[in-house]
């Protein structure tokens, strides 16, 4: 099947291969990162500059990846490095094989599942993965994939882990949006119809990805069990001018980006 790297084409990709937990994630997903309003590698683009600053990785792991962006960001940071994606979904490996064949760019890919992250063996230089945390269910699974991660980075690699701290508010910009967009993306899912309206109406009321995070303390202290070195980084300005128009950080303070790059990974 030929892929393109549109909106329609990652739609596409989602129907022949999401299974329903991510259906409506994956499909709606190109859209949201284009208009500006979800948080995705190039918001971080900065943070990988300084924080790779006076490193040459050869060999990089990027665990989970929503489509091509995050290897296409890492890409440009260190030209030639050989990069490994590895997500629980097919969907965004379709994709990155595409863009890696399009380009030329070498790219593996493989389907695992974090925090087993069975398949991979490093040790890699950098790895990199944003947001990967608020998607595993119990502080147990978050301190298991650290501790797989620590194990998979060389001695002297580096680990870059992203990921967005709502405001006041308690919940990302664009949450309800959001959720609209899963839930319309809901009823192209091929199924019944009564599967899919069960599906939208599931979408529409469960808030997009909350963060296990109230602070950027909290998300630096998570890494300090698997790494001797954390540094954290911080940065309140709005990413994206839709954010910037958003109520949140009109009025009050918007969600932070959080950056974490972490060393000395420790050895179980
Ligand atoms: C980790 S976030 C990455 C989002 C980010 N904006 C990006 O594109 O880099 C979302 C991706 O993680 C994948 N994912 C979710 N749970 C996972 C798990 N337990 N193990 C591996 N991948 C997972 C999803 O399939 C999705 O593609």
Redesign the pocket.
Known sequence: MTVSLTIRGAWTAARKSCSPD?FC??AS?RLF?LAGL????RWQTAFYQRAMAGKQPSNAL??????E??PQTLSELQPGMQITV????P??LTLINAWAKETGEQVSTLQ????E?SGISGPFDLIV????L???PTPA?REA?IDRIAGLLSEDGLLLYTTRIAGPAGHLEYDLLGRAGQALAATTWPATSAERIQLARQRLRRPS?PSPFTSPGQVADAFRSGFGQVRLFTRAAPPTTALALHPAFVTERGSLCVGIAATQPRRP
């Open positions: 991510c994630y994956h997903w990162r979800k948080g995705n590698p990027v665990c989970g990846s929503s489509d962006t995050m590895a997500d629980a979904c969907t965004p695992s599942h974090a925090p992250l993965t944003d947001g990967l608020s998607l595993l699974s994939v990805r």
